[in-house]
């Protein structure tokens, strides 16, 4: 009994022999536990282990494809914004002086044609896109784009009017007197480049002023006469507008360039005031009014 006593109170003791070496061999097993267990989460050669990766990808919400219904649509829309962006840059260059009154400068040297041909070029490229527009399918686009798609087609339409029921080219002068006013006055209200370059500017235009006045009046068979007697009093009004405000642009020209913008400035005038004076001896013979339709 009193030798059990001895080794109870060795073990209890934490100067005893067993319990040093108790203690030992507990440290050594837990040791080698955690040893296994790294080696059991770590594969061999350091590599990550993937075999529970499957885990995260099947419990993961899938994404679905977007729908064809929806893929069509974007196509759609995507298709009219193309149209539209194609359509004003061509619009821009067909009518050079409406783009440089609006703040476009890119054809400074040219005037429109209005050439019967191009006239009618212009009409059928017209009635092509409306065509286009008017045949896309716009009941499941969102708001914003049917409202952009209105927006266009009402553009398109505004066009196709004019040369269907309005016919400006054929019945208003004003279009082409506007033309020479318009042209000289958008390179005057803004000082977009130096008085040297819209000098030459209004000079290429000036000298091209007597042909487009030309072609006015071989479009103008139907001319409405309060139409015409606006030409008529806005081209005898022209002559500050070309002889004073434009020449402020010719102050330090080269004497060759002045000569050659003078020239061309007097060609206009002339072509201008003719354009009035033909105007005038066949207001007999016009309409008074021409409702739109």
């Known amino acids: 009994m009193r030798n059990e006593m001895k080794i109870v109170g060795d073990w209890h003791d934490s100067r005893g022999p067993l319990k040093r070496t108790m203690i030992r061999l507990i440290s050594a097993s837990a040791c080698f536990g955690l040893i296994g267990m790294a080696r059991a989460q770590s594969p061999p050669d350091g590599k990550p282990d993937v075999t529970k990766k499957a885990l995260i990808t099947t419990t993961a919400p899938k994404m679905s494809?977007?729908?064809l219904g929806n893929l069509k649509r974007s196509i759609d829309a995507s298709a009219l914004h193309k149209l539209a962006a194609e359509f004003y840059a061509w619009r821009?260059?067909?009518y050079p002086v409406a783009s440089s009154d609006a703040g476009l400068h890119t054809w400074d040297n040219r005037l429109t044609d209005y050439s019967a041909a191009k006239i009618s070029a212009r009409a059928q490229h017209i009635r092509m896109l409306l065509d286009q527009v008017r045949a896309m399918q716009t009941a499941s686009w969102s708001k914003d784009e049917r409202i952009d798609w209105l927006l266009f087609r009402s553009q398109l339409e505004n066009f196709a009017f004019d040369d269907r029921?309005?016919?400006?080219?054929?019945t208003n002068p004003q279009i082409y007197v506007g033309e020479c006013t318009?042209?000289?006055f958008s390179l005057l209200k803004k000082e977009y480049d130096t008085p040297q370059n819209r000098a030459a500017f209004a000079t290429a235009w000036l000298q091209q002023?007597?042909?487009?006045?030309?072609q006015g009046n071989g479009n103008l068979r139907k001319p409405v006469k309060l139409h015409a007697q606006l030409a008529i009093a806005s081209a005898r009004a022209?002559?500050?507008l070309f002889n004073d405000n434009l020449m402020t642009l010719a102050r330090d020209l080269p004497a060759a360039e002045r000569d050659e913008l003078v020239r061309a400035r007097d060609?206009?005038?002339t072509a201008i005031h003719a354009f009035?004076?033909?105007l005038e001896k066949r207001l007999p013979s016009m309409v008074d009014f021409a409702p739109m339709g």
């Open 65 to 67: 494809p977007p729908s």
């Open 92 to 94: 821009d260059e067909q």
């Open 165 to 170: 029921v309005l016919k400006s080219t054929e």
């Open 182 to 184: 318009s042209g000289i």
């Open 209 to 214: 002023m007597p042909a487009m006045l030309a």
């Open 238 to 240: 022209i002559d500050p």
């Open 267 to 269: 060609g206009a005038l």
């Open 276 to 278: 009035a004076d033909q």
